[in-house]
């Protein structure tokens, strides 16, 4: 695919002349609707709470750098269930776990569509991809095969291996940092874990080979589709900036997503001349599914359904590796337990097998922890109502973004005890779960559109951070104190940490 470069902008009298004439239509159009708003007129009926629109704007103003946070905090004068405008975009934020359970569980139909998000448009990703995809026989299809060949229990327990490997590596890298005793940049060694533990599920062979270009190239691809999909995109706010894309952010996802594209096209070209090649991958049962019935799933499906796979499993999964490995950090007493733990069960300075995650209660409870407050996706993926929908007596309007603020829900004083402070402890008897049912706790979502790949990222936490706190100490760079260290967070698709954690490893004696 050739590559895709935007021309310069210039601002010829015409294009001025049009720039005038649309901000002169906007203002009317806003004179218009405030009047209207005024006397009363047109302004749907017994909306949710929510604070007063201004014109043009609506509530943009009130988002700010870490809209988590803010509407949280406005969720506290308005209630759990809160009507914005976003632009021209209508929204519904929740911020309770009783709100989210009726959303989620109760009404999870009515609520099961998507918003979709001017990025993914590029390449038509929408259209094919599981993610974004309305509830429908094509949808069903996709959620089936991800379901039964990649993360049903049988598959996962088939594959450890693979994931095994992968640890083993990460491990041998933070052995290499201790004989020269460099940092480790925590999120980006799980980032290439995790990514060449996907590709090797997927396609049998890594990705990421720091030796190779291509490796490289596909690692900083996606990457870069995670900083594109996690900026603020005025065109989401105002569609009728759509044909404009004035940040340029559909224009880099076409690049991005078609590198991506052309890369996983090679590797089923080259599957399908290497014919007698059984791997038993996920690859492989997609071609034998197009093979079968090709109205079930086509070439474009599975290799959306890839770029699916890559966007969705990598970012998540490394953050929250970071995130527990920052929390352990500020809070060396409980580190120390969960190494005890650890030493006890499964033996000093060993990697841990997954059939070892349920004889480490402790460090499940610290995951666990991890997840409930610092969700993967703060928001989880916007969903949005087909048709006029009534909530808890409300009417919500057909076609509003529905943002579910498990940040809010996670930190909500009514929930839980000393909600702010990193507790694992409080898991050791709670019973609670991250699977979807306890809707006080849903990092990964609920209902029908629960992410699928949750049990492989439930694994892979266990098993990174265990492996790394049974193999090596762990000291803050730059002699930093953990009553000094950084927790700030960093907002896009997915909550990193604003400054990226680097820890020095030493060997346990």
Known sequence: ??????????????SMEFLVTAVGLLLFYALVRVTLTVLGIGKPKNLPPG??????????????????????KLAKIHGPIMFLKLGRTSALVISSAAAAKEVLQKQDLAFSSRHIPDAVTAHNQFLYSVVWLPVSTQWRTLR??????????NSLDANQHLRRQKVEKLVAYCRKACQTEEPVNISRAAFRT??????????????????????????????????????????DFFPVLKKIDPQGIRRRMTHYFGNALEIFEALIEKRLVISESKQDDLLDVCLKINLENPDEINRTHIKSLFLDLFVAGTDTTSNSLEWAMAELLCNPHIMTKAK?????????????EE????????????????????????????RKTKTKVKLNGYIVPKGTQVLVNVWAIGRDSTLWNDALNFVPERFLTSGLDVRGRDFELIPFGAGRRICPGLPLAVRMLHVMLGSLLNSFNWNLDSG??????????KFGITLQKDNPLCVVPSVIN
């Open 51 to 72: 604070p007063t629109p201004l014109p043009i704007i609506g509530n943009l103003h009130l988002l700010g750098d870490q809209p988590h946070q803010s509407l949280a």
């Open 480 to 489: 930093l104190g953990h009553h000094e260290f950084d927790m700030n967070e």
């Open 340 to 352: 005890k733990e650890l030493e006890e069960v499964v033996g000093k300075a060993k990697i841990i």
């Open 1 to 14: 695919m050739s590559h895709y470069h935007a021309a310069s902008p210039r601002y010829e009298p015409a």
């Open 144 to 153: 089936r095969i991800l379901n039964t060949h990649i993360f049903s229990n």
């Open 355 to 382: 059939s070892d995650i349920q004889r480490l209660p402790y460090l499940q409870c610290i995951v666990k922890e991890t997840l409930r407050i610092h969700p993967p996706v703060p928001f989880l993926i916007p």
């Open 194 to 235: 995790t990514l060449n533990l996907l590709s090797n599920t997927l396609f049998s062979k890594d990705l990421t080979d720091p030796d190779e270009d291509s490796g490289k190239e596909f690692k900083e691809l996606v990457g870069n589709i995670m900083v594109e999909a996690g900026k603020p995109n005025l065109v």
